[in-house]
């Protein structure tokens, strides 16, 4: 399976080249520019189960923590904390399929009562209510988060990213799990 680092990659290639598939362009037509600009900034790459369980280890998740995913995918992370330690969790992402999808996990795993999935744009989303966050964003994006996160989560709040780090905001932890790294920071 391609990390996201793998995918960046051969995006990259692709801008340079400007080719652009057939696919996008069709999708481009059918969509506003801003949201095309976003879907292409993080695209879906799903995170490998033993990094989900290394990210809610490394968070030291418990059933009273509320984890929050932003750019949820599939819902794995939500649904695997809500299994692993029976706490709530939310999840955002810009793609509906990708929400219904994860809806229908936490289904069925038995957790839809612990777990809430919503369509949305993590820049306006509120995540304030969490006292874990996760993400599988671009190192772009997750600098562009960033003040909105120091300012609006709780001091104690986790935060875990896989992959990519928030330049010199320099993380507590940072763990390799296999071929991704994920790293820790707490809101102070």
Same mark, same amino acid.
Do not use: H
């Given at each position: 399976m391609k990390? %996201? +680092?793998?995918?960046?990659?051969?995006?990259?290639?692709?801008?340079?080249? !400007?080719?652009?598939?057939?696919?996008? @362009?069709?999708?481009? =037509? *059918?969509?506003?520019?801003?949201? @095309?600009?976003?879907?292409?900034?993080?695209?879906?790459?799903?995170?490998? #189960?033993?990094?989900?369980?290394? #990210?809610?280890? =490394? &968070?030291?998740?418990? $059933?009273?923590?509320?984890?929050?995913? =932003?750019? !949820?995918?599939?819902?794995?992370?939500?649904?695997?904390? *809500?299994? +692993?330690?029976? !706490? +709530? /969790?939310? /999840?955002?992402? =810009?793609?509906?399929? %990708?929400?219904?999808?994860? $809806? &229908?996990?936490? @289904? +069925?795993?038995?957790v839809a009562e612990l777990a809430r999935f919503e369509v949305g744009d993590v820049f306006d989303f509120d995540f304030s209510g969490a006292t874990v966050v996760t993400m599988y964003l671009l190192p772009s994006v997750n600098l562009k988060l960033r003040p909105r996160l120091q300012k609006e989560l709780k001091p104690g709040t986790r935060l875990v990213s896989h992959d990519f780090h928030m330049d010199d905001w320099k993380a507590e932890t940072v763990r390799d799990v296999g071929r991704s790294r994920i790293y820790l920071w707490t809101i102070r």
């Open positions: 990390t %996201r +680092r793998d995918v960046l990659r051969d995006s990259a290639a692709l801008a340079v080249s !400007c080719a652009l598939p057939a696919a996008l @362009i069709g999708s481009a =037509l *059918a969509q506003p520019q801003d949201e @095309i600009a976003r879907q292409l900034d993080v695209p879906y790459v799903p995170t490998p #189960m033993t990094v989900v369980d290394a #990210m809610l280890d =490394l &968070a030291k998740v418990t $059933k009273s923590d509320v984890v929050y995913d =932003l750019g !949820c995918g599939d819902g794995r992370i939500v649904v695997r904390a *809500a299994t +692993r330690f029976g !706490c +709530r /969790g939310v /999840g955002v992402d =810009l793609n509906p399929e %990708r929400v219904k999808e994860a $809806k &229908a996990n936490a @289904i +069925r795993a038995n």
